[in-house]
């Protein structure tokens, strides 16, 4: 059965910067391909950034240059790391694999504003 939770969100400035961390209970984690998403009300969930198992990522055009994935498959976890921060990233942050998992997790929630 699959767990993940998010955590790292919080509220930040306008150009500021945030780490999310997601701690994924998954059986073999390391062959999946990983991806954070967020959501906006109103709006349906999109993917902004993608890692493969061997660490090739790739990003939505509207975080590209700002956000950075990692992961980590000792410790089944991934990572995004959010600098520049605009309002426009505000959302609920999740983590999932790519093609998602029949599961999510509660998110974190990112605010910018100043």
């Known amino acids: 059965q699959v767990q993940l939770a998010e955590s790292g969100g919080g509220l930040v400035q306008p150009g500021g910067s945030l780490r999310l961390s997601c701690a994924a209970s998954l059986s073999y984690f390391s062959i999946y391909v990983m991806g954070w998403y967020r959501q906006i009300p109103g709006k349906q969930r999109e993917l902004v950034a993608s890692?493969?198992?061997?660490?090739?990522?790739n990003y939505a055009d509207s975080v590209q240059g700002r956000f950075t994935i990692s992961r980590d498959n000792a410790k089944n976890t991934v990572s995004l790391q959010m600098n520049s921060l605009k309002p426009e990233d505000t959302a609920l942050y999740f983590c999932n694999g790519v093609p998602i998992f029949n599961y999510w997790g509660q998110g974190t929630q990112v605010t910018v504003s100043s």
């Open positions: 890692i493969t198992p061997g660490g090739s990522a």
